[in-house]
């Protein structure tokens, strides 16, 4: 939790679960949402480590007098949903819960962690704790905090918060979430379609915005934000009907949707809440899928490998029996459930070569193409391609060129910078789009916790800097450097069909770009901090080890 977790402020009671990530070797770093953190804090804890592995399935109670480690044969098993009903039934029905579905159990490489209808996603963090048997975490407390001026606080926050009120980007985001962004993208090019193979969509209006908004019964968010940016769906007609989820928000639509040139939003919904309830990573699952559907339309796998499935673009119906098959590693699941670049580099026959990821983790919902600089931030993330770290805001307003591949290294190094302070303060990445600015945040840092260093913002940001900079070097230790800092050979070397203005377009200078992106952080050109930078940000402490690993 950040310091300003619990409290009455907007979009900051989210929590970091950090590890290192089972699918890319690299850190793992998944800031989510729900209510679950300010009700740890509550009970008294910022955080939990958990170190070692339970030998048989357990959970973690957590209330005022302490943490008991229980046991949890009888929730094993169980999707997530189950879990936490059950684990309300015994401990009452305010109990916050945070648990691991069937595909963590099963130590798919993608799984995540679920507080309701929030989810800890991307890097595997999930996988972690099935690896160490922990099914769920349980938490019972009530608040308030307590903080160090608790009167000026109040005063300053009720103020942001009427500020922020009436603001367009914050009501866009109450009324649609996310998937606002779907046609806009499509037109630029930006939302990949089949694998990345292009970028254009026939009948994509079915599942975008406006179709989804037709279907939404109420929002739901995160704890104490006004904006709640969670639209939950029901599908009401058709073999799905009934379906709920939380979503998709614009990444789902994609990867689940869009990618797999699915335009059917009964089942995109449904298989939405299908890995809610199994612990699935939407993005990786969707992505692998789409990497399975283009190795079956090129004949380097056929319905022999695919335990009889027919993956052909378009079809959902294979990709609900998939996202079952891999939460239960069951057949050619199995595989799946190993991510593009492990599936690939065991199927063979040039399979590499449609793995779309980078470190490991598969891509967003972001052609890098068709918007460079944020293709330099997939291929620079520490934890992976991911979009949650760092956004090229300007380049996707088209404040800035989209296409040119210069002058790009400072602005992707300051994207990183400022997400990894709001990951820092544990705040919402949307925090700039509903307008809660740097100022209001360290004049609310200040008031809660009394530290008057925080009134600079740029002391703040620092710390953000820091923490991107030792993300880094983590990885140096295991073994990154420059030649992870890529993008698939797709976008390196293939023109990008039908894409609207990024039509042919391929990324032709990354090397140009990692210089300036090195050289804006402080990094040699092999992409790893200098002793100098690291001194700068008071990291003298990992200077010896960083010396060890870069002989
Ligand atoms: S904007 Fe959405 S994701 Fe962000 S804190 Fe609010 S409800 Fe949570």
Request: hydrophobic share 25%; glycine share 16%; with cysteine.
């Given at each position: 939790m950040g310091p300003l977790g619990a409290t009455t402020a907007m979009s900051v009671s989210r929590m970091a679960l950090v590890t290192k990530s089972p699918l890319t070797g690299a850190i793992a770093k998944s800031v989510m949402g729900g209510s679950f953190g300010a009700f740890l804090k509550f009970a008294g804890y910022d955080g939990i480590i958990v170190e070692g592995e339970a030998d048989k399935p357990v959970y973690l109670h957590i209330d005022k007098d302490g943490i008991n480690i229980l046991d949890a044969v009888e929730l094993w098993g169980l999707d997530t949903q189950q879990t936490h009903q059950k684990l309300r039934e015994k401990h009452g029905k305010s109990t916050q819960v945070a648990c691991i579905g069937p595909a963590g159990e099963k130590l798919v490489r993608y799984a995540v962690l679920i507080s309701d209808l929030r989810v800890g996603g991307r890097t595997g963090v999930g996988t972690v704790l099935g690896a160490k048997k922990i099914k769920a975490f349980a938490v019972n407390s009530s608040g308030p905090l307590s903080l160090h001026d608790a009167e000026g606080f109040n005063k300053l926050n009720k103020e942001i918060i009427e500020g922020l009120k009436a603001g367009q980007g914050r009501i866009k985001m109450r009324d649609f979430g996310t998937s606002f962004l779907t046609l806009g993208f499509e037109k630029n090019g930006i939302f990949p379609v089949k694998n990345f193979q292009e970028g254009h969509l026939e009948g994509l209006e079915k599942i975008s915005e406006e179709a989804l908004a037709g279907i939404k019964i109420k929002n739901d968010g995160c704890y104490?934000?006004?904006?709640?940016?969670g639209q939950v769906r029901q599908v009401?007609?058709?073999?799905?009907?009934?379906a709920v989820s939380e979503g998709p928000d614009y990444e789902t639509i994609w990867s689940l949707g869009g990618n797999l040139a699915n335009t059917d939003i009964g089942a995109l919904i449904a298989a939405d809440s299908l890995c809610d309830k199994l612990g699935l990573d939407t993005v990786s699952a969707g992505n692998t899928i789409g990497f399975a559907y283009e190795l079956y339309q090129r004949g380097i796998i056929t319905s022999k490998d695919t335990d009889?499935?027919?993956?052909?673009?378009?079809?959902?119906a294979p990709m609900m029996t998939l996202l079952e098959k891999i939460s239960r590693r069951d057949g050619f699941g199995k595989l799946l459930g190993e991510g593009t670049k492990r599936a690939a580099e065991k199927i063979g026959k040039g399979a590499q070569d449609y793995a779309i990821q980078v470190k490991g983790l598969e891509l967003p919902a972001y052609e890098p193409r068709a918007v460079k600089g944020y293709g330099l931030i997939l291929a620079t993330a520490n934890i992976g391609?991911?979009?949650?770290?760092?956004?090229?805001r300007d380049e996707l307003a088209g404040k800035?060129?989209?296409?040119?591949?210069?002058?790009?290294g400072q602005d992707a190094a300051q994207a990183e910078i400022l997400q990894a302070t709001q990951d820092s303060v544990v705040q919402c990445s949307f925090s700039p789009v509903t307008g809660f600015n740097a100022q209001q945040r360290s004049q609310l840092l200040v008031t809660a916790t009394?530290?008057?260093?925080?009134?600079d913002p740029a002391y703040v940001e620092k710390i953000g800097e820091r923490t991107l900079c030792l993300e880094r070097c983590f990885n140096v230790r295991e073994g990154f450097d420059r030649k992870d800092d890529t993008l698939p050979k797709r976008m390196r070397t293939e023109q990008l069909k039908d894409a609207g203005p990024a039509t042919g377009q391929v990324f032709k200078n990354l090397d140009g770009l990692l210089d300036e992106f090195y050289d804006a952080l402080g990094y040699t050109r092999r992409g790893i901090p200098s002793e100098a930078k690291l001194k700068e940000l008071g990291l003298d402490w990992v200077v010896k080890d960083i010396k060890k690993f870069t002989k």
């Open positions: 104490g934000c006004m904006t709640k940016c009401t007609e058709g073999p799905y009907k009934g009889g499935l027919e993956l052909n673009w378009g079809d959902p391609a991911s979009h949650m770290y760092g956004r090229s800035k060129d989209k296409l040119t591949e210069v002058d790009k009394g530290f008057k260093e925080f009134a």
